[in-house]
């Protein structure tokens, strides 16, 4: 008898032994996981394709790849958000597709104004000169001598639900809320290099330039420069992907994404913002009495709901089912200190346990246990911070800002859950 006829025999008769276990037994033991057993189910008495050759060797595919059966799990772009070409586009991340709290690699959502330059890493050099005492060029092995340094932190694009201030614009969490991502990072704190260059005292900013072919410049105070700003080469544990600015960037921890100049190549110090002569772009946002905010920089606190949603409804459930609802909590302003869940838009709300790593800056990962009843919900998630910042109401948030903003949406997202257990994007307005 050969060995797989054995294995077989013996998933058979494993089988048989817990098929006289009674049901309530089963059900004990796992009150979730619905038990679907059924003698004749091939895949367990039946030997697999996979199971009766030889796999792959690994050096078919030295570089791993996802399961082609996970071939759905992608960054997505939407037309509506696009300059005129996929260059300067936004690619949104699959965010209710993942888990814990660390985005991969290759469905890191990417934001660019002028497409995805492939730089030569030995041709890359980092200037830094302005207000210094002694200016520096770097080449990236240079630069990887200071002694690094990994941080868990999230980049957010302030536009990120930007397109839903005046309502609901897309059924789906990915495109509403897709535009972000959570990583390792690696690299050096930028105060480490900036105490080898020295800082005159009149330095009160910091211009970025990237080197890619929009050479995008943003401008940064002086103090977020020397508390936590980095510059990163790591990205959960390898180079940074092309997509994210490889071989470097600037990671300014929980502040604006736009902020996070990829493809680093020029750090100047000056005495006065660049965008005072109008040299770099810089986000507004307009409010209702005409007067816009002109500097915020912090993404605020936020959650969603990411399990059910849209594209992961509750339409296989049955009354009585035990369902796990999960989401993602951040801000750039502090460390998540809890999250509220409330089923009935916002009237009542219970509290959802966080899990796993709880960082400064990073997005968190809530859950709440709940029985499921077959009746229509208004789910939403409200987060707080450990800064003192709760999120507002859409109400509240609409009050403050009107409708004709386009960052920094930050008010309390709702999913409407049908009778039937389908799942949609609406906005509670009392
Ligand atoms: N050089 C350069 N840096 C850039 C951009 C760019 O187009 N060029 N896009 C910015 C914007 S608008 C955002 S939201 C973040 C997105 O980072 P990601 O593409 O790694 O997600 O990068 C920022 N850094
Ligand atoms: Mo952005």
């Given at each position: ?61 030295r ?56 730089i ?31 941080r ?113 190549a ?5 005495s ?11 986000y ?16 605020e ?8 949603c849209?594209?992961?409804p ?86 403050v ?26 906005q509670?307005?009392?």
């Open positions: 008898m050969s060995s797989s006829n054995k294995e077989q025999l013996s998933r058979r008769a494993f089988f048989k032994k817990s098929a006289q276990y009674s049901v309530g037994a089963i059900a004990a033991a796992s009150a979730i996981a619905p038990v679907s057993m059924k003698a004749d189910d091939p895949a367990i008495i039946e030997e697999q394709p996979w199971a009766t050759q030889l796999g792959d060797p690994v050096t078919k595919n570089y791993g790849l996802p399961s082609p059966y996970e071939h759905n799990v992608l960054r997505r772009n939407s037309k509506l958000l696009r300059s005129g070409n996929w260059q300067a586009s936004i690619a949104m991340t699959p965010i209710h597709e993942l888990m814990g709290i660390i985005t991969p690699n290759g469905l890191f959502f990417s934001r660019c104004h002028g497409g995805i330059p492939h030569d890493p030995n041709k890359h050099r980092l200037m830094i000169h302005g207000l210094v005492e002694k200016p520096l060029v770097l080449t990236m092995d240079e630069l990887k001598r200071y002694p690094n340094v990994s868990i932190h999230f980049i957010e694009c302030p536009a990120n639900g930007g397109p839903e201030w005046r309502g609901p614009q897309f059924n789906t969490v990915q495109f509403s809320m897709g535009m972000m991502s959570c990583a390792e990072w690696t690299g050096v704190y930028l105060k480490d290099i900036l105490a080898d260059v020295g800082l005159k005292p009149e330095a009160r900013w910091m211009l970025a330039e990237g080197g890619d072919s929009s050479h995008m410049g943003r401008t940064v105070p002086i103090d977020k420069v020397l508390d936590d700003a980095m510059i990163v080469w790591g990205q959960n544990g390898e180079a940074l992907r092309p997509e994210q600015g490889y071989p470097i960037r600037l990671l300014l921890p929980g502040w604006e994404g736009n902020l996070c100049v990829k493809w680093l020029r750090l100047e110090f000056a006065e913002p660049w965008y005072a002569k109008e040299e770099t772009a810089k507004t946002a307009l409010k209702p009495d005409g007067k816009a905010i002109q500097h915020f920089y912090a993404n606190v936020n959650s969603v709901i990411t399990s059910p849209p594209e992961k509750w339409t296989h459930l049955k009354k009585g089912d035990i369902v796990e609802i999960e989401g993602l909590a951040w801000s750039g302003m502090g460390t998540i200190e809890g999250v509220d869940i409330s089923f009935d838009g916002g009237k009542n709300w219970v509290e959802a346990s966080l899990k796993g790593l709880v960082l400064p800056k990073a997005w968190t990962r809530f859950s709440y246990i709940y029985k499921y009843e077959g009746k229509p919900l208004l789910l939403s998630s409200r987060a707080r911070d450990d800064a003192g910042h709760i999120q507002p109401t859409v109400k509240q948030e609409r009050s800002m009107g409708v004709e903003s386009v960052y920094h949406r930050n008010a309390i997202k709702t999913w409407q859950v049908t009778e039937k257990g389908e799942v949609n994007n609406v509670v307005l009392s």
